[in-house]
């Protein structure tokens, strides 16, 4: 709930540069609405089912719920793995068992997530083709399957590894040439991982946009 407000203007910035890369329509930067100059390269306005603002609303709406949902996803996990660890006060053979007992478990359940996580894959970009006017059955059912969650992860993975390598790289340089500690070390690494983490979220957004692009619009526009 605190988040909240930052997930809404993370939310209306990432819909909004969806619709730019594809539709070049003005985007909202810092509350205003900017708009980009007419050039000849421009591509075709948008002219899908649903209006453009059911796009934005129904865009922002699936981002923020995804958001929820992996939260708290996320902290099942947390207290799952915690519940699995072995407690004191066991005999040596009682925590034998219990260790081979948790190793078996802990990897069952390793494989499980694993598995979950690339099915499931696919679903963590829903936001993209309902912004862009598709609807979520025509995604599921062109999108089905563990090998559509690959290619993703595969474009995901390639946007992001030399991505996070390069800014874990900058701002340990950074930051190394200041005390540990100091109110200039804490000022400079918040803006690089800040600055950081808004590009580590569009780059993938727009490769998997424009993938997106040729699959249903049969064009990158």
């Not at 390793?110 to 059955?137: E, T």
Request: with cysteine; hydrophobic share 55%; aromatic share 12%.
């Amino acid at each position: 709930l605190i988040s909240m407000p930052s997930f809404i203007v993370e939310a209306a910035f990432v819909v909004g540069l969806i619709r730019y890369v594809l539709y070049r329509e003005a985007i909202f930067i810092w509350g205003r609405a900017v708009p980009m100059p007419e050039t000849e390269d421009n591509p075709a306005p948008y002219s899908g089912a649903m209006s453009r603002r059911q796009c934005l609303q129904a865009g922002i709406a699936t981002y923020l719920l995804l958001k929820v949902v992996l939260g708290g996803i996320s902290a099942l996990a947390l207290d799952n793995y915690s519940a699995l660890t072995p407690t004191d006060g066991t005999t040596a053979e009682g925590e034998a068992e219990i260790s081979l007992l948790y190793s078996l478990t802990n990897s069952f359940i390793m494989l499980c997530y694993i598995a979950l996580f690339i099915w499931s894959f696919r679903l963590l970009w829903i936001y993209i083709p309902i912004s862009i006017g598709v609807s979520f059955s025509d995604y599921l059912k062109k999108m089905a399957g563990m090998k559509s969650s690959l290619y993703l992860i595969a474009t995901w993975f390639i946007c992001f590894l030399p991505l996070i390598v390069l800014f874990i790289s900058i701002i340990q340089l950074f930051t190394g040439l200041m005390v540990e500690g100091s109110a200039a070390f804490i000022i400079v690494k918040a803006i690089l991982e800040g600055i950081a983490e808004i590009i580590l979220i569009c780059v993938p957004v727009i490769a998997i946009t424009h993938g997106l692009a040729q699959i249903f619009l049969g064009k990158v526009r």
